[in-house]
């Protein structure tokens, strides 16, 4: 068998990163059997998550015969992982350098883009009758420095213009009143994003995707995809697929050679998340964080935070850039470090829970949703930035109706459609990020 090329110790892309998951306790893993016999499909889908199980939705719908090939079992990756926030996001890269890429028009498609896809899993949550445990009320941004809170104030224009909304700034003094009691210097509330299970919406979209018709896989890693005379044969351990068409839905789980148009152009890097015990009312009058909306602060190497329905606290942090033993026992004591500085009300509560997954980035800074030009028939969605919810679902939609030749009835900006510059250092790139995490805990203090 051919192994698949990916940049992390073995470790990260098996089951001890994710044994302690709180979402594992509402969802347990979904158990798919393999593909054992070869099979024939108009679209072969790789990876069961957002964006995979989009795709086979809309695919399905649609009429097409799919199936979906996942390496482990659906919803492994960030999918099953993530802290919930379905919110505006998906690039990192700022409203400058989206106005060089692509002009203030293709800007402002990109950022309306953002916007509809929070708009569609809110759709979805209610045609589709799926109960999970959503959150409303848009999501804070707070400031962990005085001179962020001014820069936070200085957003609202900008988010005008590129959402359509209007954001509202609240300063040091009314934090606490509404919620916010923690270390911080004022915030920005923009009305667009929810909490929610992210395990509870995938496994609406993954049983509703084969109540459609799609196929599902599991434990069937794609090891090759090769063209043929009518489209592509994807080989697995025990059989294979021939489908007229690919779609590549691996994000932060891809391999360098699947294919290798992928090579290096993009970098997975580790998100931490740890879980309390559900807070009493004294505990969370004492710290004087009520609030239920998803938050995060104004750091570049950001935590983002949220007040469960059980009242339990999810807080999570960006960093980590190795997955061996050492590496993420400091990981771990960091996050709980960090977690008891901004919190110290709740210095002392247990932390039940605890994991870690993998985002995705690209050189750009930028989604890409789109094909594959050297491989007619073959398309990819990757890049979401830490922003999977919405925008990996919105990329699946997307997907799919590039593979059905159908016109596009959704926003396609330009700025998905162009591919990500490869990192240099290859299998090494992640090293390139280093210096970079470095500078941006400098400029956090």
Known sequence: MVKMQRIYE?????????????????????????????????VAIIGAGFTGLSAAYELSQAGA????????????????????????????????????????????????SEKAAVE??????????????????????????AKDATALRNEIPRIKENYGVTAMFHAQSELRQLGFGGPFYGGLTTPVGFGLNPRKYALGLLQEAERLGAKVYG???????????????????????????????????????????MRARYIPVQSSVIVTRPLTNAELQAQGYTSTRIAAD??????????????????GMRGGLFATPRHSTLIAQQIRTNFAEMFPAWCKVAIEYDWSGLICLTRNLTPFVGPIQQMPGVYAGFGYHGNGVAMGSYAGALLADLALGAPQKRLYPK??????????LGRYRRHLLRPIYSLMEFQDR
Not at 298 to 315: E, I, K, M
């Open 10 to 42: 073995p470790v990260a892309y098996g089951d001890d990163p994710i044994k302690d998951c709180f979402w594992a306790t509402s969802v347990p893993a979904p158990q798919y059997p393999p593909l054992d016999v070869d099979q024939n499909y108009d």
């Open 65 to 112: 015969r799919v199936c979906v090939l996942e390496a482990e079992h659906p919803l492994f990756g960030a999918t099953g992982r993530n802290g919930g926030f379905c919110c505006l996001g998906g690039a990192k890269a700022r409203d400058a350098q989206i106005d060089r890429l692509v002009g203030k028009p293709g800007r402002l498609e990109y950022r309306q």
């Open 120 to 145: 569609l899993v809110a759709h979805r949550l209610d045609a589709l009758g799926i109960d999970a445990d959503v959150q409303p009320g848009g999501e804070t941004e707070l400031a962990h420095r």
């Open 219 to 261: 434990q069937s890693p794609v090891t090759g995809v090769k063209p043929t005379h009518k489209g592509y044969a994807l080989q697995t351990p025990k059989a294979r697929v021939h489908a007229e068409k690919v779609i590549i839905a691996t994000n932060g789980y891809s391999s360098d050679d699947l294919p290798n148009w």
């Open 298 to 315: 104004s750091r570049q190497l950001l935590h983002y935070f949220r007040l469960l329905p059980d009242n339990r606290f999810l807080f």
């Open 415 to 424: 700025l998905f459609q162009k591919p990500p510059r490869r990192f240099p």
